[in-house]
């Protein structure tokens, strides 16, 4: 949405013109997933309380522009964007980030960061929680929106308690991730997190299973609210 009024300043825009773009998408994977390598970064900060993080809002992706290619010459494929001193886990990039894992008390836990107004509302997001709640929760899965920190995932991987870890978002649906590269914070060291991922595959058990599980609504092969199948006469 751009502002379209006649004047030079900063002001409320007197009219606006809304684009809504509309176009096919092709797979995203066309060869299956592939896992992708973070860093994560306390350097560049992505979003702030009292921000704007949780608006698509132009003046949010120009200045992670730099931080991705920056990721990228050393071999990422994605920015981890941390937060604050304690290193919370916030989102991926432009997707936000659900972590599987046993929690120090042995329960299986499904976590993603809370929507406190740093965090991107996203609709797949949204879609992976009711998901879970609806396939996981009677496998034993606790799924919680909290706050955690890179450190939390560093033991968990070190204690063997790591399930996986995956984005989400719009365009690719789910996003497995096989290595997250942490500076350690401050005064740390750096070291590398590994994610389990299945054996001779490029996901875990759970995003694909996610995957499957949106793409059934999205092509109408399974009866869902969020869909609607357009009867074959209108086409
Ligand atoms: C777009 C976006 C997402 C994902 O949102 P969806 O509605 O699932 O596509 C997550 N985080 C950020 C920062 C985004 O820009």
């Known amino acids: 949405m751009i502002g379209t009024q006649s004047t030079l300043g900063v002001g409320k825009p007197g009219s606006a013109l809304l684009f809504v773009i509309a176009s096919p998408v092709g797979p995203y994977y066309p060869t299956g997933f592939k ?6 970064t306390s350097r560049y900060i992505r979003a702030w309380p ?24 050393r071999g990422f494929h994605q920015n981890l964007w941390l937060f604050g001193e304690e290193g919370y886990v916030t989102e991926v ?15 299986k836990e499904i976590v993603t960061a809370p929507l406190d107004g740093t965090i991107l509302e996203g609709v797949t997001r949204d879609c992976i929680l009711a998901l879970a709640r609806e396939h996981l929760t009677k496998e034993g899965w606790e799924v919680s929106e909290r706050k955690f920190t890179i450190g939390e995932v560093a033991k968990a991987a070190d204690e063997g308690r790591l399930v996986e870890a995956f984005g989400s978002g719009t365009a690719a649906v789910v996003s497995p991730i096989r290595l997250i590269s942490w500076d350690g914070g401050i005064g740390g060291t750096p070291r590398d997190i590994t994610i389990p991922l299945q054996e ?4 875990g ?6 995957w499957k599980w949106m793409e059934q609504r ?11 199948v357009i009867p074959q006469h209108h086409l």
């Not at 896992?35 to 994560?40: G, P």
């Not at 990039?93 to 329960?107: D, H, K, R, S």
């Open 35 to 40: 896992a992708v390598s973070l860093e994560a």
């Open 218 to 228: 999205q092509y109408g092969d399974v009866e869902s609210d969020w869909s609607y």
């Open 205 to 210: 058990m759970l995003a694909e299973r996610m």
């Open 50 to 73: 009292g921000g704007v993080g949780d608006m698509k809002l132009g003046g949010n992706y120009a200045p992670c522009i730099v931080p991705q290619l920056d990721a990228a010459s």
């Open 200 to 203: 001779g595959k490029e996901a």
């Open 93 to 107: 990039g432009t997707m936000n980030l659900f972590v599987a894992w046993i929690t120090p008390e042995g329960q």
